[in-house]
């Protein structure tokens, strides 16, 4: 089953405390990226990656960090976590497809909701 | 800079017919998204607009102009289960990471 994966779901963690939230999908996608979801804010985008070892900032990168080393892994680090990163996030990955329409070939994970204290 | 806006939230009867808005200002354009999204849940692929036109999907279609940065999505014969969140996006690079809207919140009821 395509799917991609996120763990932890919940977390609930303290000021400072590095972590790290992790990505997985198992449909050889090259594009991979990260959301927050805040209320009112909608979907803001913090990092995204176009394939193994290139990552971009999205709008909203502060704070975060991410990596590439494979391709079906993205995950998100928190090296300081601060209590204004309490929030949902969101993985997503995305297949070029040869005739340039992403339909069905865009997946969101299931959502990490973090809470920092 | 991007700018997309819709309206935040929209009521509509089950059984009637429903457009939501979405206009946008971006630096490089490839395409809209339209996603739908439950409450606690992730948000779920539901169109891609690269031309401009009406594209139909079943129940929803969704439509384009790229001249005027405007598109709808257009629900037809609303369920109850309608009722969640819609997602207006911009691809900005043609790379199909989407950049969000606010989103709309459709309250559907009998």
């Known amino acids: 089953e395509a799917q991609v994966t996120q763990n932890p779901r919940y977390l609930i963690t303290v000021t400072g405390k590095k972590l790290t939230v992790t990505c997985s999908q198992n449909?050889?996608?090259?594009?991979m990226s990260w959301y927050r979801q805040d209320p009112g804010l909608g979907l803001r985008q913090i990092y995204y990656s176009m394939n193994v070892e290139v990552t971009d900032k999205g709008d909203v990168p502060e704070g975060y960090k991410v990596s590439r080393k494979e391709k079906r892994n993205f995950p998100l680090i928190l090296e300081s976590p601060s209590p204004n990163q309490t929030s949902l996030y969101f993985c997503?990955?995305?297949?070029?497809?040869?005739?340039?329409?992403?339909?069905?070939?865009?997946?969101f994970g299931p959502g990490t909701r973090l809470t920092v204290l | 800079g991007q700018n997309i806006d819709q309206p935040t939230e929209m009521t509509a009867t089950e059984g009637a017919i429903v457009q939501i808005n979405c206009t946008y200002q971006?630096?490089?354009?490839?395409?809209l998204f339209w996603y739908q999204q439950h409450a606690g849940e992730a948000p779920t692929f539901l169109s891609y607009n690269v031309l401009d036109g009406l594209e139909e999907k079943g129940r929803f279609s969704s439509f384009l102009s790229r001249s005027k940065g405007y598109s709808y999505l257009l629900l037809k014969e609303l369920q109850m289960k309608d009722s969640a969140s819609y997602l207006c996006a911009v691809d900005r690079g043609g790379s199909y990471i989407p950049t969000f809207g606010r989103g709309t919140s459709l309250i559907v009821h009998p």
């Open positions: 997503a990955s995305t297949s070029v497809v040869l005739a340039g329409d992403p339909t069905d070939t865009q997946y």
């Open positions: 449909m050889n996608h090259e594009y």
């Open positions: 971006t630096s490089g354009f490839n395409g």
